[in-house]
């Protein structure tokens, strides 16, 4: 089923998103990795036809508006963002299925609104990335040149295959895969393409959690949710953070697959076989109650 495109107006601006109607089924909500957008999903989404399935653009990405010029992209306002959408869909509760950063903020959501969500999925993430305090000033002083730094992504492509191959360079994606990406991510100008993604996604956050509180997070989380990890993830956070932030969620399926960070977009069919008996749980219990 081909998805619909929808906006959802906030208070700033207006996000954008694919929708996967199907009218009284459960609702998913899908969030995509930093620098990707919503068409991260459209490999998962036929494994998820028994589900009303929505995907945003986070702020910045994709066809979303960017935020207005003083505003600034830190992590807490894409939860703010989070919470008015669904207010927007009217959906009172859902699943959330997040890659990279979308897990991250869904596992932050997850733990704030607990009431809104049924259960959570995060895709080579556990959390939100952290800094020790004593990183703090250090990450203060990238954060002051990252903004100060001239960095753009409107360098103009004469086609879209130019602009795949540029992101092909920076990724483990394959060709189909990166062209989802970057076709949402263009548009064409004149004689020429470009990224509508807003180059102030580069700037760095003045100021991250640390561990200790990114653990208090996923301790907070008491929705049933499921981990797929590859070892991108392990990689990056290092075995003895990724165990203690495992630990941390109470109610936690765990699944290690080999694979890039890109997984869900490389390999649905086989996430898929994961996911829907996960999320299929949920309305398994409804039924008994």
Same mark, same amino acid.
């Given at each position: 089923m081909q998805p619909a495109e929808i906006s959802v107006p906030l208070s700033w601006?207006?996000?954008?998103?694919?929708?996967?109607?199907?009218?009284?089924?459960p609702k998913v909500l899908c969030l995509h990795g930093w620098l990707d957008n919503s068409a991260s999903f459209i490999p998962l989404s036929p494994y998820l036809?028994?589900?009303?399935?929505?995907?945003?653009?986070f702020?910045?990405?994709? $066809? +979303?508006d960017h935020r207005p010029p003083a505003s600034r992209y830190y992590f807490s306002e894409y939860v703010y963002d989070l919470d008015a959408s669904l207010d927007?869909?009217?959906?009172?509760?859902?699943?959330?299925?997040?890659?990279?950063l979308g897990g991250g903020m869904g596992s932050q959501y997850a733990a704030a609104m607990p009431e809104r969500v049924e259960r959570l999925v995060m895709l080579d993430t556990i959390g939100v990335i952290t800094r020790s305090p004593q990183e703090t000033a250090s990450q203060l002083r990238?954060?002051?040149k990252s903004v100060r730094s001239d960095r753009s992504f409107l360098r103009p492509y004469q086609s879209v295959n130019e602009a795949v191959s540029s992101?092909?360079? $920076? +990724?483990?994606?394959?060709?189909?895969?990166?062209?989802l990406l970057v076709e949402r991510a263009l548009e064409h100008v004149g004689s020429h393409y470009q990224w509508r993604t807003d180059p102030r996604l580069n700037w760095r956050s003045p100021l991250l959690m640390t561990i200790?509180?990114?653990l208090s997070v996923l301790n907070h989380?008491?929705?049933p949710t499921l981990t797929i990890t590859t070892p991108a993830i392990t990689d990056f956070l290092g075995q003895e953070a990724f165990d203690l932030r495992l630990a941390a969620i109470k109610h936690c399926e765990h699944h290690h697959l080999e694979g890039h960070h890109h997984i869900h977009m490389e390999s649905p069919q086989l996430l898929s076989g994961i996911i829907t008996p996960f999320l299929n749980q949920q309305e398994q219990d409804n039924d008994h109650q």
């Open positions: 601006g207006t996000l954008a998103g694919l929708h996967w109607r199907n009218p009284g089924a036809a028994d589900y009303d399935v929505v995907a945003l653009d702020a910045g990405h994709g $066809k +979303s927007q869909l009217e959906w009172d509760r859902c699943h959330i299925i997040g890659h990279s990238l954060s002051i992101r092909q360079r $920076k +990724s483990e994606l394959s060709t189909d895969a990166t062209r200790e509180q990114a989380i008491s929705a």
